[in-house]
């Protein structure tokens, strides 16, 4: 059994910064992969990027590409999103998962609660 859960979210203004962090406990297989994704009411969770296991290989949506940075510590029991430049369209619940990788929606098998961020001036 895998748990996770975020932390770190708040309100930020328009071009600011804020750093999430999802504590990991289980063990993750080394095939399957940590990430993020988001969520706004009536809206499909958008997937964000991911971590793979084993590699540490990152990949990124576009719509976080070049400003959102996933990374991890060294035990890897915390992964953390790093996010610049937050625009208003950031605003949502964001959510860490684990699942089979590449992580998608689909292969995602282990949620956290989430964490609300808001972009607001």
């Known amino acids: 059994q895998v748990q996770l859960a975020e932390s770190g979210g708040g309100m930020v203004q328009p071009g600011g910064s804020l750093r999430l962090s999802c504590e990991i406990s289980?063990?993750?297989?080394?095939?399957?992969?940590t990430g993020w994704f988001r969520q706004v009411p009536g809206k499909e969770r958008e997937w964000l990027g991911y971590i793979r296991q084993h590699s540490g290989v990152t990949a990124y949506a576009d719509s976080v590409k070049g400003r959102f940075t996933i990374s991890r510590n060294n035990a890897k029991t915390t992964m953390f999103l790093e996010m610049n430049q937050l625009k208003f369209e950031d605003t949502a619940l964001y959510y860490c998962a684990a699942g089979i990788g590449p992580l998608s929606i689909s292969t995602a098998r282990y949620w956290g609660q989430g964490t609300q961020v808001t972009v607001s001036s």
């Open positions: 289980g063990r993750i297989l080394s095939s399957w992969a």
